[in-house]
T-cell receptor
């Protein structure tokens, strides 16, 4: 399996622009997670889905952030408008169907820089 | 709620030294415990796991034992290599309202010098 795929790997944008991050989970996995990692705040869970349905979005920082999962093989995280404080590495992870231990498999991340 | 506490870092060792990174947890019920490793510029990778008390997880020379009596899951390696330099995260998964989620510690930076 190719693992969790994220695109783009790097994104540089100007403040106020819309940013869309993409994720393809591992086939057969039915949980999908979006995380943000910064030096100051560490690793933060933003939102997660089960069977394409958002389960917990309490980590989404504000209304500028939104996430969708239109089908089992694709999810997006959108920031509109972006701000310099959104600069971070964003990770997508997925977890297997029927797993009793919920180990997660992470993608390589998208490094976002907002100037 | 659930929480994971890791020892303060960073940790700096010479090659072939013994490594211990402490991890303690607070959780309801019987969580599963994990160690993840993050190499520079990469995502987190599952290093090892344990699902019940007294289980020992092991991989690539690393070991950790699930100690319910001390609520701990310390990571150890007998002889570290330069290639082990990375950030190590302890994590747990538990049921109830946290169903499906992992709770991570803050991470410990390990640097190994030749």
């Amino acid at each position: 399996d190719a693992g969790v795929i994220q695109s783009p790997r790097h994104e540089v944008t100007e403040m106020g622009q819309e940013v869309t991050l993409r994720c393809k989970p591992i086939s057969g996995h039915d949980y999908l997670f979006w995380y943000r990692q910064t030096m100051m705040r560490g690793l933060e869970l933003l939102i997660y889905f089960n069977n394409n349905v958002p389960i917990d979005d309490s980590g989404m920082p504000e209304d500028r952030f939104s996430a969708k999962m239109p089908n089992a093989s694709f999810s997006t995280l959108k920031i509109q408008p972006s701000e310099p404080r959104d600069s971070a590495v964003y990770f997508c992870a997925s977890s297997p169907r029927g797993s009793l231990t919920y180990e997660q498999y992470f993608g390589p991340g998208t490094r976002l820089t907002v100037t | 709620g659930n929480s994971v506490t890791q020892m303060e870092g960073p940790v700096t060792l010479s090659e072939e030294a013994f490594l211990t990174i402490n991890c303690t947890y607070t959780a309801t019920g019987y969580p599963s415990l994990f160690w993840y490793v993050q190499y520079p510029g990469e995502g987190l990778q599952l290093l090892l796991k344990a699902t019940k008390a007294d289980d020992k997880g092991s991989n690539k020379g690393f070991e950790a034992t699930y100690r319910k009596e001390t609520t701990s899951f310390h990571l150890e390696k007998g002889s570290v290599q330069v290639s082990d330099s990375a950030v190590y995260f302890c994590a747990l998964s538990a049921g109830g309202t946290s169903y499906g989620k992992l709770t991570f510690g803050q991470g410990t930076i390990l640097t190994v010098h030749p």
